[in-house]
């Protein structure tokens, strides 16, 4: 259930939006800017308000990597899986960030700390396999012995308690 907090994000996006179709992506990503992620009562009052479908606003919405339906983590962790990263033991690596978190690929913690998620090629394949942190900080030549040390980072230097 949204709270009234989130709504009244919504609601001041969709002030200047009303029924201009055009602009849904643009009101898609203010509206995850705002409240984080774009929640299902967000995406009704996004449907609603532009005259949409909201079959419509989804299908536009799922077909961009960009945009989010459930809640992520403060921090957001992507390990590389480009072809590179791939053959120098990016599964191995991704399967011990599992282990650690206690969590899958594409989920969050409990306490919404961090996202695990996956990645193509980030343009470091020189250094494969690789991780980031926020889209900031980039972990080059891991090994699943690496990955306590960029949690316990991430913990540390990010406030996290994972
Ligand atoms: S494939 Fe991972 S950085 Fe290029």
Redesign the pocket.
């Known amino acids: 259930m949204l709270q009234q907090e989130d709504i009244n994000k919504v609601d001041a996006v969709l002030d200047d939006a009303s029924g201009q179709r055009g602009i849904l992506i643009a009101v898609l990503q203010r509206v995850q800017e705002k409240v984080g992620y774009l929640p299902e009562e967000a995406m009704k009052m996004i449907a609603e308000r532009l005259s949409l479908s909201l079959n419509n606003v989804y299908g536009v919405a799922s077909f961009y990597k960009h945009f989010h339906f459930k809640p992520r983590g403060k921090n957001v962790v992507k390990v590389?899986m480009?072809?590179?990263?791939h053959v120098r033991g990016a599964k191995a690596v991704l399967t011990e960030m599992e282990a650690k978190l206690g969590i899958k690929e594409g989920e969050t913690t409990k306490d919404l700390s961090v996202t695990l998620e996956t990645v193509g090629?980030?343009?470091?394949?020189a250094?494969?396999?690789?991780a980031t942190v926020n889209d900031q900080d980039l972990y080059g030549e891991l090994t699943p012995k690496m990955v306590d040390d960029i949690v316990s980072t991430v913990r540390s230097e990010h406030g996290t308690h994972v």
């Open positions: 590389c480009g072809t590179a990263c090629c980030v343009g470091c394949c250094l494969a396999p690789v």
